[in-house]
């Protein structure tokens, strides 16, 4: 189990950006896929980005694909999103997420497949 914490959200205009990043503690970073997902009030909680153990591999949803950049950083035991070009349409509680895995390259994307997540940051773009 490890114990995530996120920070970098914010109030930003439309067009603008915002980095987000999650720092990872209790266990290296490395093992595991991490990911951001994002909730809007009303909605489901749905996936953003994720990214392998190795950091070969990344998914991205096609609502911010172009737009976000997930990375890591084992080292530092640290996973960052960039947001660029933010749309009033990305306002939501942004959480960090991380999913114990033997593969290196192995990808998640569904929520359910996450075990351990940060307690959130909020994201809100105004038009």
């Known amino acids: 189990q490890v114990q995530l914490v996120e920070s970098g959200g914010g109030l930003v205009q439309a067009g603008g950006s915002l980095r987000l990043s999650c720092v990872v503690s209790?266990?290296?970073?490395?093992?595991?896929?991490m990911g951001w997902f994002r909730q809007a009030p009303g909605k489901e909680r749905e996936s953003v980005a994720t990214i392998s153990w190795s950091g070969a591999n990344t998914y991205y949803a096609d609502s911010v694909k172009g737009r976000f950049t997930i990375s890591r950083d084992n080292a530092k035991s640290t996973v960052a999103l960039q947001m660029n070009s933010l749309k009033p349409e990305d306002t939501a509680a942004y959480y960090c997420?991380?999913?114990?895995?033997?593969?290196?390259?192995?990808?998640?994307?569904?929520?359910?497949?996450?075990?351990?997540w940060g307690q959130g940051t909020q994201v809100t773009v105004s038009s």
């Open positions: 997420a991380a999913r114990f895995s033997f593969n290196s390259g192995s990808i998640s994307y569904n929520p359910s497949d996450f075990g351990s």
């Open positions: 209790g266990r290296t970073s490395s093992g595991y896929v």
